[in-house]
């Protein structure tokens, strides 16, 4: 085996079919990043590549971490792999410890997964078993959110809102029913951080408690702030709303924080930053800083102590994977624990967050920039689309941006950022810079 930084990428790139990608497009002209360090990638042909996306939102402590490979090199020596399954070690108990203490008040428990989607999928699960488990096994319903997007399991698409990823897959999940989403560009274009008060787009779920009736429905399933399908805010008070409704009629609130959690928006997650409780929490990403799959649903006590309690002994939840709790992931997700509370960063966006937001929305007035959205250390830009051809500006963009020496994201007609939280004012500004010369550059 050659060592890593020998090994070229071969001529032919057929055999690895890519995941959500245009294959046949990309492999006509691809771009191949072959190393990291700090905010930046460097390409295989020698440039070095501004990160304005953490990668994919996840390596939110930056590239090349020391702290991390070390951790990992020394677990993969020490115990590559031990079952969880009736059998236990110590590091998924040592960072389950550290995790709850990151989480907010009232988050006692942690049931690893290797992915966002895999803990989607689990927390659902989690919902409609409590809801049995406490005798109320008629509430199977499941309720998502328009432009949600919480993974690709069967689960996930299902409450996920993006037709695209539900439309090939013929059934999904039956008893799933839609909130609507929270974009109002006609009403909110260009505010900073959370449009005002629109009570009701949460009230919305009355509606469909009213239609399908409390006892049918297990639990509701939300980002906080929707990433994937655009940088969608949540007006103020929408989500302390969510919560009151759930808790009148017993049904379950899930945060799928797989982008807010370990830091986007300044604080550990988007539950304490805009003070609600959910029920639990779906996390993965930023857990691990990227470096190894690891994902994790944070689970309330009181969730954990019924299942207990109905288990009587037995396996109280028929669920698991085979890596849940994978030494050498854990390993990473506790050196990135630590990495984040010694250099602050699960708080630092909120430090950053002014200049961000500053930078911007200096774009508005660039080329076809139909409106402007931030929070945190997160961003989204949306373009207008060009006519017959949605998603082709901003995919023209992606591609320049790269070419010029910066990674941004695209979906759709809108551009995402979400840099590593370790990111300076120096790179936001060359970031920016960039990206306003490549949209004044736009037919
Ligand atoms: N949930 C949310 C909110 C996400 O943004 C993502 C991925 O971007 C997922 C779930 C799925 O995570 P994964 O790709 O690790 O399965």
Redo the contacts with the bound molecule.
Sequence with gaps: MKPVNEIQTPQDLSAFWMPFTANQQFKAAPRILSSAKGVHYYSEDGRKILDGTAG??CCNAGHGRREIAEAVSAQIGHLDFAPTFQMGHPLPFELADRLVEIAPPGFKHVFYTN???ES?DTALKIALAWQRARGEGTRTRLIGRERG????GFG?ISVGGIPGNRKWFGSLLPGVDHLPHTLDIARNAFTRGLPNECPVLADELEKLVFLHDASNIAAVIV?PIA??TGVIMPPKGYLKRLREICTKHGILLIF?E??TGFGRLGSPFAAQEFDVQPDMITC??GLTNGAIPM?AVLVQGHIYDDMMAAGKGAIELFHGYTYSGHPVAAAAGLATLEIYRQEQLLTRARDMAGYWEEAVHALRGCKHVKDIRNYGLVAGIELEPMVGAPGKRAYEVFVRCFEKGALIRVTGDIIALSPPLIIEREHIDQLFNLLQDTLQAQA
Excluded: N, P, Q, R
Excluded at 149 to 152: A, D, F, I, L, S
């Design positions: 994919l939102w992915s966002g989607s989607v997007y919480h993974g690709v996930g980002e990433g994937s799928d797989v982008i993965a990403k994902g």
